[in-house]
């Protein structure tokens, strides 16, 4: 066990966050009375009084360390690694600067890092209407509390839990010791859509320990004007080149069959939510696209996925096509004469166009 006091250095990239900055500042804040750190804002290229506010926060708030890094506008991806190189403390976390923590949770999820020696944590995360209408469990809260049962916490990892490869992508849902990080020099992809997919995969895949936790540690907004992850928009091919070096990093790690089943169920939940973020002139370029991402998974993992009744329908399908289950003339009436659902129009015509001869 590991006896003296950790310390915590907060991530916190914001483009144009007028309107939340200063609350989020002021929810990570909490945290770092007890436990010592900072927090590290990267102001990526914002065109409002962003920093203004910020240093605003320091100026009222003069116990709490509070670095602001100016950039111009980079993505998250780079602004998130542009963080990164000012970490000094034991343990770093992400935050959104329009989300929120508890802080309370944080501290008690730190001390228990650091005395069971974890790389990472993974607490429960809730969401909230930017309008406060609601306020739900979010991802993979059900998951997580089924995986620890009857327990408050559980040291573990990928290859006892394979289940955790398909827990949220997010890196901001998450907690990680700064030198895990360094050591397997994981960093984000400078794109600008599912930059969180790689490094948060790499990270179950290398981390010897995985401290699962009860905590709700944070508070996710939705429905806000402009909000990344629920516009429609052009980057949505960047989510490919996550998913391939997500599934390299798989291929050279994976031990099992069973891994790369979870770690297959959720970059197959990716491309799910890219088409539908996809604008209606790039379908046909993503859905070839997914066809040559998916060409590259292992069939035993394919073969294991589309046989495994506890696994959604929709992604077993996705499984029946890439693995070759169905024969031309099967696959034919499967896309052409079965009413259409998001699948079928994925691949359906792209079947046709590149095998239907």
């Given at each position: 066990?590991?006896?003296?006091?950790?310390t915590l250095?907060?991530?916190i990239?914001?483009?144009?966050?007028?309107?939340?900055?200063?609350?989020?500042?002021c929810s990570?804040?909490?945290?770092?009375?007890p436990?010592?750190?900072?927090l590290?804002?990267?102001?990526?290229?914002?065109s409002?009084d962003?920093?203004?506010?910020?240093?605003?926060?320091?100026?009222?708030?003069?116990?709490i360390?509070?670095?602001?890094?100016?950039?111009?506008n980079?993505?998250?991806?780079a602004?998130?690694?542009r963080g990164?190189?000012e970490?000094?403390?034991?343990?770093?976390?992400?935050v959104?600067?329009?989300?929120?923590?508890?802080?309370?949770?944080?501290?008690?999820i730190?001390?228990a890092m650091?005395r069971?020696?974890?790389?990472?944590a993974?607490?429960?995360?809730y969401?909230?209407?930017?309008?406060l209408?609601?306020?739900?469990?979010?991802?993979d809260?059900?998951?997580?509390?089924?995986?620890?049962?009857d327990?408050?916490?559980?040291?573990?990892?990928?290859?006892?839990m394979?289940?955790?490869?398909?827990?949220?992508?997010?890196?901001?849902?998450?907690?990680?010791?700064?030198?895990?990080?360094?050591?397997?020099?994981?960093?984000?992809?400078?794109?600008?859509f599912?930059?969180?997919?790689?490094p948060?995969r790499?990270?179950?895949l290398?981390?010897?320990?995985v401290?699962?936790?009860?905590?709700?540690?944070y508070?996710?907004?939705?429905?806000?004007?402009q909000?990344?992850?629920s516009d429609t928009?052009?980057?949505?091919?960047?989510v490919?080149?996550?998913?391939d070096?997500?599934?390299?990093?798989?291929?050279?790690?994976?031990l099992?069959?069973?891994?790369g089943?979870?770690l297959?169920?959720?970059?197959?939940?990716?491309?799910?939510?890219?088409?539908e973020?996809?604008?209606?002139?790039?379908?046909?370029?993503?859905?070839?696209?997914?066809?040559?991402?998916f060409?590259?998974?292992?069939?035993?993992?394919?073969r294991?996925?589309?046989?495994?009744?506890?696994?959604?329908?929709?992604?077993?399908r996705?499984?029946?096509?890439f693995?070759?289950y169905?024969?031309k003339k099967?696959?034919?009436?499967f896309f052409?004469?079965r009413?259409?659902?998001?699948?079928?129009?994925?691949?359906?015509g792209?079947?046709?166009?590149?095998?239907?001869k």
């Open positions: 066990m590991n006896t003296g006091k950790p250095d907060v991530i990239v914001a483009h144009d966050m007028r309107d939340y900055i200063y609350e989020s500042l990570c804040s909490e945290a770092l009375r436990l010592g750190g900072s590290i804002l990267v102001d990526d290229g914002s409002d962003t920093v203004a506010l910020a240093k605003a926060f320091s100026a009222s708030h003069p116990d360390a509070l670095t602001i890094v100016q950039t111009a980079q993505g998250p991806g602004a998130r690694n990164l190189k970490v000094r403390s034991d343990y770093v976390c992400f959104d600067a329009d989300d929120l923590v508890n802080s309370a949770a944080l501290v008690r730190i001390h650091h069971y020696h974890a790389d990472m993974l607490p429960i995360a969401c909230f209407d930017d309008g209408r609601y306020t739900r469990p979010f991802g809260a059900g998951l997580i509390k089924r995986l620890l049962g327990n408050s916490a559980l040291v573990t990892n990928s290859r006892d394979p289940e955790l490869l398909d827990t949220e992508t997010s890196m901001c849902m998450r907690i990680f010791r700064a030198g895990f990080l360094q050591k397997h020099g994981i960093e984000f992809d400078d794109i600008r599912c930059e969180d997919v790689y948060s790499a990270a179950l290398l981390s010897n320990a401290l699962l936790t009860n905590e709700t540690y508070y996710y907004r939705q429905n806000r004007p909000q990344r992850t928009r052009p980057d949505t091919m960047d490919f080149l996550a998913i070096r997500s599934l390299q990093r798989g291929k050279e790690t994976i099992d069959t069973s891994q089943v979870q297959t169920r959720r970059l197959s939940r990716l491309v799910m939510w890219g088409w973020l996809t604008p209606l002139g790039h379908q046909r370029e993503f859905s070839e696209r997914a066809y040559q991402t060409s590259q998974v292992p069939r035993p993992w394919l294991a996925l589309r046989r495994d009744r506890r696994i959604e329908k929709h992604i077993r996705l499984a029946c096509y693995s070759g169905y024969n099967n696959i034919d009436h052409c004469y009413r259409p659902r998001l699948v079928d129009q994925l691949f359906g792209l079947y046709r166009l590149t095998r239907g």
